[in-house]
């Protein structure tokens, strides 16, 4: 089992940056793939980006491709979320996500795939 915390939420103009935060409760590297989803008021929840167990392979959501960028640290069992040049319709709950899975280059794009999820961080961008 693992618990997530998402952090690194804010208010930011558009064509602004912002890194997420999700720290997990344990060594999730080689572990666990995880995952970034978001859910704008009135709109279903939607994958945004996921990487796998070793970190070797990523996919994005083609609405923040080339924008947003997936990565995780070992070292303090963390998962990040760089997102740039940033636009109104990003606003949404961000929420990251784990699966345990012994496959190490393995990633999920649906959220019936992930086990454990966080509770969520606001992200509002202005026009």
């Known amino acids: 089992q693992v618990q997530l915390e998402e952090s690194g939420g804010g208010l930011v103009q558009a064509g602004g940056s912002l890194r997420l935060s999700c720290a997990a409760s344990r060594r999730t590297v080689g572990n666990y793939a995880m995952g970034w989803f978001r859910q704008a008021p009135g709109k279903e929840r939607e994958f945004v980006a996921g990487?796998?167990?070793?970190?070797?392979?990523?996919r994005y959501a083609d609405s923040v491709k080339g924008r947003f960028t997936i990565s995780q640290n070992n070292a303090n069992n963390a998962m990040y979320l760089q997102m740039i040049s940033l636009k109104p319709e990003d606003t949404a709950v961000y929420s990251c996500?784990?699966?345990?899975?012994?496959?190490?280059?393995?990633?999920?794009?649906?959220?019936?795939?992930?086990?454990?999820w966080g509770q969520g961080t606001q992200v509002t961008v202005s026009s």
């Open positions: 996500a784990a699966n345990p899975t012994s496959l190490r280059t393995t990633l999920f794009v649906t959220a019936q795939q992930y086990a454990y």
């Open positions: 990487i796998s167990s070793s970190g070797s392979s990523t």
